[in-house]
C-alpha cells in the first residue's frame, strides 16, 4: 500500500515562496500521474500540477509553481512562488491518477496548509 507524507506548508506574505515536500513510499505504477492538489475552505478539491513523463499545470499556477520529481529520494516538490492570497489552501500529495482530476487519484497524503496573507 503506497503511502504519501507531506511536509513544508506554512504561512507567508503575498509575493513570498514556499517548498512542499512529498515523500512517497511503496508506489511503482509509473503509468499513472502523482502530483499536487489543494482544497481551500468551501471549495471543491482542485488540481495544482502532476508529473509523469509530462507535466500538467492548472491555469491559475503557471509560471509561479514548479513541480519536480526526485526518484533516488522518492520525493516530490512543489515549488511555490509569487504566492498569492488565494493559493492559501489545504495542499495534498496523490499518486495513481489521471491529469489534474482529483477524482481518479487513488492514494493521498494528509495534506498541509498553505495560508498567505495580503
Known amino acids: 500500500e503506497a503511502q504519501l507524507v507531506e511536509s513544508g506548508g506554512g504561512s507567508v506574505q503575498a509575493g513570498g515562496s514556499l517548498r512542499l515536500s512529498c515523500e512517497v513510499s511503496?508506489?511503482?505504477?509509473?503509468?499513472?500521474?502523482m502530483g499536487w492538489f489543494r482544497q481551500a475552505a468551501g471549495k471543491a478539491r482542485e488540481g495544482v500540477a502532476v508529473?509523469?513523463?509530462?507535466?500538467m499545470y492548472a491555469d491559475s499556477v503557471k509560471g509561479r509553481f514548479t513541480i519536480s520529481k526526485d526518484n533516488a529520494k522518492n520525493t516530490l516538490y512543489l515549488q511555490m512562488n509569487s504566492l498569492k492570497p488565494e493559493d492559501s489552501a489545504m495542499y495534498y500529495c496523490?499518486?495513481?491518477?489521471?491529469?489534474?482530476?482529483?477524482?481518479?487519484?487513488?492514494?493521498w497524503g494528509q495534506g498541509t496548509q498553505v495560508t498567505v496573507s495580503s
Open positions: 508529473i509523469k513523463d509530462g507535466i
Open positions: 511503496g508506489y511503482t505504477d509509473s503509468n499513472r500521474y
Open positions: 496523490a499518486a495513481g491518477g489521471l491529469w489534474l482530476l482529483p477524482n481518479t487519484y487513488k492514494y
